[in-house]
Nanobody, 125 residues
Framework: QVQLVESGGGLVQAGGSLRLSCTAS????????MGWFRQAPGKEREFVAA????????YYTDSVKGRFTISRDNAKNMVYLQMNSLKPEDTAVYYC??????????????????WGKGTLVTVSS
């Protein structure tokens, strides 16, 4: 069992930065690939980024490449999403996710075993 709690969301102006954190509990955290998904108002949830269980591989959706960076610290049971050059279209609730299946690294949300409750990011223009 893994519990996930996101933090770090808030209101930021376009062009600004935020760092989201995901605190995980559970002894098997380091076994899971971790990811971030987001859901904008009136839209379906979409994949943002994923990182392998050791942190050696990362994968991003095209719209955030070069602006967002996912990282993890297995010793602290933490996952991070550094978001730079934020745009109004990045406004969404951001969810931390954990999964054991290989599809996690392709952004397949059906491979997610655990979800956090989300944190809201609002980017003003």
């Amino acid at each position: 069992q893994v519990q996930l709690v996101e933090s770090g969301g808030g209101l930021v102006q376009a062009g600004g930065s935020l760092r989201l954190s995901c605190t995980a509990s559970g002894r098997t955290f380091s076994s899971y690939a971790m990811g971030w998904f987001r859901q904008a108002p009136g839209k379906e949830r979409e994949f943002v980024a994923a990182i392998s269980w050791r942190g050696g591989s990362t994968y991003y959706t095209d719209s955030v490449k070069g602006r967002f960076t996912i990282s993890r610290d297995n010793a602290k049971n933490m996952v991070y999403l550094q978001m730079n050059s934020l745009k109004p279209e990045d406004t969404a609730v951001y969810y931390c996710a954990a999964g054991l299946g290989p599809g996690m690294m392709r952004g397949d949300e059906f491979q997610v075993d655990y979800w956090g409750k989300g944190t809201l990011v609002t980017v003003s223009s």
